[in-house]
C-alpha cells in the first residue's frame, strides 16, 4: 500500500478540496494507499483558512505535523523571505527550517509526498525527498500561485491552459512532469468572457475587479475541477506502479523514463459532472 506524505498550507477552500477528494478515493477502495501524516507550515491560530484546513485533516483522523515557519523566523528575529531575481535565492534560515522540518518528518516514513497547496519554496535538501507537486498549468507553462498563472494565461491571450503533476525539483515549478491534463481557453464557455475582457482592458481589469473577473473565475473553474481527479487518477498510477520516482524523474513499471502522462480525455470525462 502505497504510504502518501501530505503537504499543504492549507491556505484556500482548494486546499481542503484536494485533502477530501484524495481521502475519500482511498476510503472507497478507489486508491490502495494511507495517508501517512499532514504536515503543515502553519499552526493553529496563524490563520483562519488554515485552521479550516487542520480541523478537516483531523476529522479524518489523520496525523497532524505542524511547524510553522513564520515562528521559526521569528523566534530567530530575522525579516521575512524575498525571493526573487535579486535575492540570491532562499536564505540560510529557510534551508534550516527544511533540515528541521525533514528531523520532524523522520518518525513518519512515506514512500510519496505530494505538495498539495504546499506555499514555501522548498530547497535542495528537501528537493532529496520523493515529492511531487500539483502546478495550474501545462508543462512549460507559467509559473507561481494560481492567481499568477491566470493573470499570465490572459495576458499572453493563451490558447489552452491546464494542470501539470511534476516531480518537485530546486527549479520552481519545472521539475519533470509525471502526468498532466489540458482544456481549451477558446469555446462556449471562454468566447464572450474574452470579447468582455477586451472591451474593458487587462490592467483595469485588474485593477477594479481582480480575481472576480468573470474570465479569471472561468478559468479556475475549469482549472480546479480537473486537479482533483488528476491528482487521484496520478496517485493511482504511482499505486498500481505504472510510474515511479528514480533519480528525480518519473519512470514507468519499465523503469523507461516518463515523459508527462497525457490523461485529458479521462480527466475530461471525470470531471464533467463537476463542470
Not at 477586451?198 to 480546479?224: K, P, T, W, Y
Request: aromatic share 8%; net charge neutral.
Amino acid at each position: 500500500m502505497l504510504r502518501l506524505g501530505w503537504f499543504s498550507t492549507g491556505r484556500d477552500e482548494a486546499a481542503r478540496q484536494l485533502l477530501t477528494a484524495v481521502w475519500r478515493a482511498i476510503e472507497r477502495g478507489e486508491l490502495a494507499a494511507r495517508i501517512a501524516f499532514v504536515f503543515c507550515n502553519r499552526e493553529r491560530g496563524e490563520h483562519p483558512e488554515t485552521d479550516r484546513f487542520l480541523e478537516l485533516a483531523q476529522s479524518y483522523g489523520l496525523p497532524l505535523l505542524c511547524l510553522s515557519h513564520e515562528g521559526y523566523r521569528r523566534a530567530r528575529g530575522l525579516p521575512p523571505v524575498r525571493v526573487g531575481p535579486a535575492s540570491g535565492g532562499l536564505p540560510a534560515w529557510r534551508l534550516d527550517y527544511d533540515r528541521a522540518a525533514i528531523e520532524f518528518l523522520k518518525p513518519y516514513p512515506f514512500d510519496l509526498g505530494v505538495l498539495a497547496g504546499y506555499m514555501l519554496i522548498v530547497g535542495p535538501e528537501m528537493c532529496r525527498l520523493p515529492l511531487i507537486n500539483l502546478h495550474p498549468a501545462l508543462p512549460g507553462g507559467p509559473t507561481g500561485t494560481w492567481q499568477e498563472v491566470i493573470w499570465q494565461l490572459l495576458e499572453e491571450r493563451a490558447e489552452r491552459a491546464g494542470v501539470t503533476i511534476h516531480v518537485v525539483t530546486e527549479e520552481l515549478d519545472r521539475g519533470p512532469p509525471v502526468s498532466y491534463c489540458a482544456f481549451p481557453l477558446r469555446g462556449p464557455a471562454f468566447d464572450l468572457l474574452w470579447r468582455e475582457l477586451d472591451e474593458l482592458g487587462l490592467e483595469r481589469a485588474r485593477r477594479q475587479q481582480g480575481e472576480q473577473n468573470l474570465l479569471f473565475r472561468e478559468v479556475r473553474r475549469q482549472g480546479v475541477a480537473r486537479e482533483l481527479p488528476l491528482l487521484v487518477q496520478t496517485l493511482k498510477a504511482f499505486a498500481q506502479g505504472r510510474v515511479a520516482l528514480r533519480g528525480g524523474q518519473a519512470v514507468d513499471g519499465e523503469g523507461c523514463p516518463v515523459r508527462g502522462l497525457d490523461l485529458t480525455k479521462a480527466i475530461d470525462a471525470l470531471a464533467a459532472g463537476a463542470l
